[in-house]
């Protein structure tokens, strides 16, 4: 049994279908446009198309998004100080399901709680943690 398209269906199990989620989310206590999120980890940028957010509860919020330029929907949930505390992408790539993609789910990734990180962009950590260490910033003091 083929298991396309079961990243799509994992995501929309967690968080809805797709632009069935608010245009705006509420962390504590104050209204924030999806764009305004991104703009907190330097992504209000046009290659970024904003789709919908929400809160999970326990101070948990998500947004979710399109990369055009690497053709993902991503996810994020971050917490009321916007600290990203996870990420799940669902990548389409060319191949053919039920509408003509072959779609395979990146697993979630799990930060350290934000006091162990090094800094606050934590996007940017997960790409480039060898960076940091080079320029000599580290998780411990």
Do not use: C
């Amino acid at each position: 049994m083929e298991r396309r398209g079961q990243g799509r269906k994992t995501m929309e199990e967690r968080y809805g279908e797709v632009e069935s989620g608010a245009n705006s989310i509420e962390v504590r206590g104050v209204r924030h446009r999806l764009r305004e999120v991104l703009a907190r980890w330097m992504m209000d940028v046009p290659e970024i198309l904003t789709l919908d957010g929400g809160t999970l509860g326990e101070g948990r919020h998500w947004i979710r998004f399109i990369d055009k330029d690497d053709r993902t929907y991503v996810v994020f949930e971050f917490n009321g100080e916007f600290d990203i505390l996870s990420e799940i992408q669902e990548v389409h790539r060319d191949g053919p399901d039920e509408r003509g993609r072959e779609r395979r789910l990146r697993p979630l990734v799990e930060l350290p709680p934000p006091h162990l990180r090094p800094g606050k962009n934590s996007r940017r950590l997960l790409q480039a943690p060898q960076q940091d260490r080079a320029r000599g910033r580290s998780g411990s003091s």
